[in-house]
């Protein structure tokens, strides 16, 4: 029987995903989670096989989760299922240690194989993202991804710079060098072409 933790922010997809798992002969979906914080309580509490879990959601997204899951050392598999068909999210979910990448319009009965898959010690990718995930590569370090995703969410460099515990002159030029990197006029324009290539 292979444990499943699932966890996804909206309540209709979460409730249908679990009804698609449990109708598996060998799937038991042990429990649901509506955000990634709790996700890690229950990962460390369950101990499930394979963690399916969304990537934007409040607070601890799903990439962050799988990194949790991957330092701890604990065998816990996870596949991300997302709406986003965003090369740069996967290659940051392949560097957070995910093994299963598919996007949500994918046919239901490839989230069961995809399970299975994974379980058994595979890597299932969808094929036509894998293709664009290494043509155009993430210029951004993991520093500046921080720094101009809270200046798209509005932060001031003066309160980048408390939050991140830095100065305020190394915010500006963390902004300066993703402004440049990113060939944009500002930091929002940065934020914007970021976020469309999946690299926030």
């Not at 090369?87 to 399970?115: C, F, I, M, N, T």
């Not at 921080?146 to 100065?167: D, F, K, P, W």
Request: aromatic share 4%; glycine share 8%.
């Amino acid at each position: 029987m292979i444990r499943i933790l699932l966890v996804e922010d909206q309540a209709m997809v979460r409730g249908a995903l679990s009804a698609l798992l449990s109708f598996e002969d060998d799937m038991q979906v042990l429990g649901t989670c509506a955000d990634g914080a709790e996700a890690w309580s229950q990962v460390q509490r369950l101990r499930p096989d394979v963690v399916v879990s969304d990537i934007e959601m409040p607070g601890v997204t799903g990439l962050e989760l799988a990194a949790r899951v991957r330092e701890s050392g604990m065998p816990v598999k996870v596949v991300i299922v997302t709406t986003f068909a965003r090369s740069g999210y996967l290659r940051r979910a392949l560097d957070a240690g995910v093994v299963g990448y598919l996007l949500k319009d994918s046919p239901a009965e490839q989230l069961a194989d995809a399970v299975r898959k994974v379980h058994r010690g595979g890597r299932v990718i969808d094929p036509q993202l894998a293709l664009e995930a290494w043509t155009e590569a993430d210029p951004l370090n993991e520093r500046e991804r921080q720094v101009l995703r809270l200046a798209g969410e509005g932060l001031s460099a003066a309160q980048i710079a408390t939050q991140l515990s830095l100065s305020h002159g190394t915010v500006r030029n963390y902004l300066s060098e993703a402004i440049g990197k990113l060939h944009a006029a500002n930091r929002v324009e940065a934020y914007r072409l970021a976020r469309q290539k999946g690299w926030l």
